[in-house]
């Protein structure tokens, strides 16, 4: 049975969250005559009053009673990191179809067996990466063949926060280990250049008084990747840092390319010229529209699960490199 079969014309959906995510995803639904927003829930009283308010959406108090709602089709999934696995599990249990912003769970034994969920009972689990989708990664897949075999690569992304806040970004249960929430980091790498050998990383947190909140990460983690390319992810953020910084840059036997910013430059022995990148506006709103294509018309996704999933299990390396001082290989991961 297709799942376009099963679903509601318009397709209902609930929505888990309040924040950007949501917000982008709502206006596209109520855009799209596929598509009605049903519910939503959130956090905070006030928050989920504002969106019921500029979006016209009843609300449910708690995310329990949305996904178990059995007039929604489609359950989309933006709030803290800590609670995607539980939402996402529930969800499936309730046969809905689930968009679930990264990182699916903050578990990768948890999201290999989410994933296995959804195979069982026919559901689509749709992992949002929508860095995969922008323009500089579609930028570097273009150049790529210019710079020949690459041998080294470095992503540094540092965001300077001063004063830090005090919320779910910056608490180490609710936002989760760096590597795991940031999970682009590594998922740009392995989507361009397949498996990881082995993992050595570095963690260290400025705390506050506040229980599990700091004001400071660094996060320094080395991969490296089966053809033998070493790549380099640094990322921070917090006030102990004078000021932002996101550099990507790939070394190959022919070239560079590199981004400081959203400043591209290819560097070869012809030269250098700039690269031009597109607008990151409307990213959540073109996966939006992904998912209904997929859903309606079996047009294919732009990514497939197991692809988060295996960044993920990447992202777990590194975690148990941290807490272990030790490198960690790949393949030796239960």
Not at 191 to 206: A, D, I, M, Q, R
Not at 270 to 292: C, N
Request: charged share 25%; aromatic share 10%; hydrophobic share 35%.
């Amino acid at each position: 049975m297709s799942l376009a079969s099963q679903l509601s014309h318009p397709i209902k959906v609930g929505i888990v969250g309040t924040g950007y995510a949501a917000k982008r995803r709502a206006e596209t639904f109520i855009e799209d005559e596929r598509a009605q927003l049903c519910y939503m829930t959130g956090y905070t009283a006030e928050n989920v009053a504002d969106f019921c308010q500029s979006y016209n959406v009843s609300s449910y108090d708690n995310w329990q009673d949305l996904v178990t709602d059995d007039s929604l089709d489609l359950v989309v999934i933006c709030n803290v990191n800590q609670l995607h696995g539980e939402i996402t599990k529930l969800a499936l249990e309730n046969n809905k179809n689930v968009i679930i912003e990264y990182p699916l769970s903050l578990d990768s034994t948890e999201a290999f067996e989410l994933l296995q969920l959804a195979k069982n009972k026919e559901k689509l689990l749709h992992i949002e990466h929508i860095e995969i989708l922008g323009g500089m990664h579609r930028a570097i897949q273009k150049y790529l063949p210019h710079i020949g075999q690459v041998f080294y690569g470095r992503y540094v992304t540092i965001d300077k926060k001063n004063p830090a806040p005090i919320r779910w970004t910056f608490n180490k249960e609710m936002f989760g280990f760096p590597f795991k929430a940031a999970l682009p980091r590594i998922h740009r790498f392995t989507h361009l250049f397949g498996e990881v050998k082995s993992v050595n990383c570095h963690l260290k947190y400025w705390e506050r008084e506040e229980k599990d909140y700091y004001h400071g990460c660094l996060c320094d983690t080395q991969l490296l990747f089966k053809n033998d390319l070493i790549v380099d992810l640094i990322y921070g953020k917090g006030d102990i840092f004078i000021e932002s910084d996101r550099t990507f840059e790939l070394h190959g036997k022919k070239g560079k390319i590199i981004f400081e910013g959203i400043e591209g430059k290819l560097i070869t022995s012809e030269g250098t010229q700039p690269i031009e990148l597109e607008s990151r506006r409307g990213l959540f709103a073109m996966d939006t529209r992904i998912v209904l294509d997929h859903l309606f018309e079996n047009k294919p996704l732009y990514l497939e699960p197991e692809s988060s999933i295996y960044a993920l299990k990447v992202g777990e390396a590194a975690y148990q490199s941290a807490i272990s001082g030790k490198s960690m290989e790949i393949d030796n991961l239960e």
